[in-house]
């Protein structure tokens, strides 16, 4: 089986998190190390993917200032979305040439990843044709863009776990104007580490990886 390195990074900026994913697909495209999966938090931030419209920002960029959250034009795929606290964000920078060169087969292994690792906690979620992320009875609970260069992949996925869900008022979240919801607005609050162990696992067994020891920084 292939290895997996996994790093969990706290709460870090969106800014240094995007450096760091340019870094180790770098590294990656280079056969420097193997594939990697970031599992962080950021500070309240927007984020615009290169297919999304504008006037989904539902306040002007003073706003947002004035509310202390950042604003990113970026090269993912997708509309726009929120990250904050309380949110679990992941990065895989995998070389998929060593996986399946299928770019949709990759979002769909993502999305069952999310699936298991919610169903371990009692959350019943599924896929929406034509609407790429986990749904749930209550609305959107996780959502996906990717980017990817010459097959290995950055960005990926957005587990709302403890998320304040009044940060989406400012957004139409990736275009679509449904609800978002929570793991904690669904009745679950399992510990951060319990998330992660569920995803990294799961992450693991859909993309048939063997995986290294979780450290505190990418190397």
């Known amino acids: ?23 180790l697909e770098r590294r990656r495209k280079a056969g420097e190390i193997p594939d990697q999966l970031l599992l962080l938090e950021h500070p309240h931030v927007l984020t615009l ?23 990113f034009e970026i090269d993912r795929g997708g509309d726009i979305t929120y990250h ?28 069952e990843a999310v699936i298991r690792a919610l169903r371990r906690f009692g959350i019943e979620s ?16 996780c959502a996906i863009g990717v980017h990817i260069s010459r097959w290995v992949t950055t960005h990926g996925f957005a587990l709302n776990w403890t998320t304040d869900l009044k940060y989406y008022q400012y957004i139409v979240p990736c275009g679509l104007p449904r609800p978002v ?20 696992e799961h992450f693991a067994e859909v993309f048939d990886y063997t995986t290294a020891p979780v450290t505190a920084g990418a190397r």
């Open 84 to 111: 904050g606290p309380g949110q679990i964000v992941g990065y895989p920078i995998l070389d998929l040439r060593e996986w399946k060169r299928d770019v949709v087969a990759y979002v769909r292994g993502v999305e």
């Open 49 to 71: 993917g290169r297919n999304g419209k504008p006037e989904h920002l539902l306040v002007g960029r003073e706003r947002l200032g004035q509310l202390g959250i950042e604003y």
């Open 181 to 200: 919801t929570s793991m904690e607005a669904l009745g679950m609050r399992p510990e951060r580490s319990a998330v992660h162990r569920a995803l990294i």
């Open 1 to 23: 089986m292939r290895s997996l390195e996994v790093h969990e990074l706290g709460c870090i900026p969106y800014a240094r998190a995007w450096e760091l994913q340019r870094e």
């Open 126 to 141: 599924w896929r929406e044709a034509g609407a790429t992320g986990v749904w749930t009875r209550a609305g959107k609970i």
